[in-house]
């Protein structure tokens, strides 16, 4: 089973920026499309960002034009990379595959944006 730990997270103002790192162990990694997930508090965990293995991405509309996702397969590692964000950001992200099922959840990283 593939093991992920997400960092990067942090405490930060509205319109800062934070960039979150997903390590993923095992051989996997590399050859399925990965994706940040985001759960606040009261809400279910969503899929926010998505990278497939040929680096075609996509994102829900909450987030587009702020947000980037990233990866480098050959170290196993996944970015996203958040600006200009907003309280409504504030959740645990999560990384993982895409498809179904997907791998044990980590711990996830806290961001939160408050002024």
């Known amino acids: 089973q593939v093991q992920l730990v997400e960092s990067g997270g942090g405490l930060v103002q509205p319109g800062g920026s934070l960039r979150l790192s997903c390590v993923g162990s095992?051989?996997?990694?590399?050859?399925?499309?990965m994706g940040w997930y985001r759960q606040a508090p009261g809400k279910q965990r969503e899929l926010v960002a998505s990278i497939a293995t040929g680096d075609t991405t996509n994102y829900v509309d909450s987030v587009k034009g702020r947000f980037t996702i990233s990866r480098d397969n050959a170290k196993n590692t996944m970015f996203l990379q958040m600006n200009n964000l907003k309280p409504e950001d504030t959740a645990v992200y999560y990384c993982n595959r895409v498809y179904r099922p997907t791998w044990d959840w980590g711990q996830g990283t806290q961001v939160t944006v408050s002024s």
């Open positions: 095992g051989s996997t990694f590399r050859f399925v499309a």
